[in-house]
């Protein structure tokens, strides 16, 4: 039996962009994706020892550890969009450093501007007035999930 060999010829755009194959593009949507919604489950199983009762969670330090967990998975499924658009999601300058969130934003904004919206109120909801102020609104924080949710669907795969 002969051994076929299949080559994937990977071009390159104008702008220097590698255009990249549906299977490559398929594995980074399933690695990021699977990724974003660990996040998020684990983020939700959180929000559930806050104890919500007439739309106030009981405790923000369960409501803060949910939203910080959230976001990051927010920024995973970014970073996974980025790489599927041939942008270099950014780098930590030192080991303790955060990601910039003005990066985000500003790529973001560049590719799709629904998204930035939904970027911004992630952030905002999420990051600042969960994680920074550990608000105990049920509705508001929600919110913050619904806006991480329709950023993931952005990366999710084909079924």
Not at 11 to 37: C, D, F, G, T
């Amino acid at each position: 039996m002969s051994e076929h060999k299949i080559f994937v010829l990977c071009l390159r755009h104008k702008s220097n962009q590698k255009i990249m194959s549906i299977q490559e593009q398929s594995q980074i949507r399933e690695k990021y994706y699977v990724e974003a919604m660990r996040y998020i489950d684990n983020a939700k199983e959180c929000l559930k020892k806050a104890k919500k009762e007439d739309g106030i969670y009981g405790d923000s330090k369960y409501v803060r550890m949910a939203c910080g967990t959230a976001y990051n998975g927010v920024l995973i499924a970014l970073d996974g969009f980025f790489t599927l658009k041939g942008i270099e999601p950014p780098v930590k300058k030192l080991k303790k450093s955060r990601k910039s969130i003005e990066y985000y934003l500003m790529n973001v904004g560049k590719l799709d501007g629904k998204l930035l919206d939904y970027v911004n109120m992630a952030y905002q909801i999420l990051h600042l007035y969960g994680y920074y102020d550990g608000i105990k609104d049920a509705r508001v924080v929600s919110a913050g999930f619904e806006h991480a949710g329709r950023i993931i669907d952005k990366i999710k795969p084909a079924c």
